[in-house]
């Protein structure tokens, strides 16, 4: 069906100026050095040394849109990741809780009010046959600059639970 033209014009003109991208493209390291890499791997039997990840994220229209990329990691692995707040450190426990939008009073955060993937940027991936992975979650927020630092890579929670599992790997991110 045609679209009348001044319903087609409308919307594109309140359409804001969208910023540039930000983008990270880094390949995982070991993260016991001094100098601490981009992107940190804790265990490299699941994402090996040199396994590489792209993190983007895009002003959309709605909001906000966070595209992880994944190659070189183990074959059929299901995994989560979710922005944090800190950036990733030697310790995996150094980026910190979830970041949220709206932030929940009571930390650890487990009321399923604000841990849940509207109010928190979270992805589920499933590597392929070949250690290839990208997912992409649409957020109707944006981040708050300098509190959203880290994407963590999980293992999957386990079927039926919303708890994700170890902390795998982390990329420093200023979302
Ligand atoms: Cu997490």
Redesign the pocket.
């Known amino acids: 069906m045609p679209v009348p033209f001044a319903a087609a014009l409308v919307p594109l003109a309140l359409l804001p100026a969208l910023a540039p991208p930000t983008v990270v493209d880094a390949d995982f390291d070991r993260g016991g050095a001094f100098v601490l890499p981009t992107a940190v791997s804790y265990a490299p039997d699941l994402v090996p040394y040199g396994a590489h990840v792209r993190v983007m994220e895009e002003r959309t229209a709605s909001g906000t849109a966070v595209t992880v990329v994944l190659r070189g990691a183990a074959a059929g692995l299901p995994l989560?990741?979710?922005v944090?707040t800190g950036r990733c450190g030697a310790d995996p426990a150094v980026a910190g809780p979830?970041y949220q939008d709206r932030v929940d009073p009571v930390q650890p955060s487990t009321d399923p009010a604000y841990a849940n993937d509207r109010n928190e940027a979270?992805l589920a991936l499933r590597t392929d046959a070949r250690g290839s992975a990208a997912a992409r979650t649409d957020l109707a927020w944006s981040f708050r600059p300098g509190e959203a630092r880290s994407l963590?890579l999980?293992t999957a929670a386990p079927a039926g639970t919303h708890a994700?599992g170890e902390?795998i790997a982390c990329v420093s991110v200023d979302f």
């Open positions: 989560a990741a979710h944090h979830h979270r963590v999980h994700a902390r």
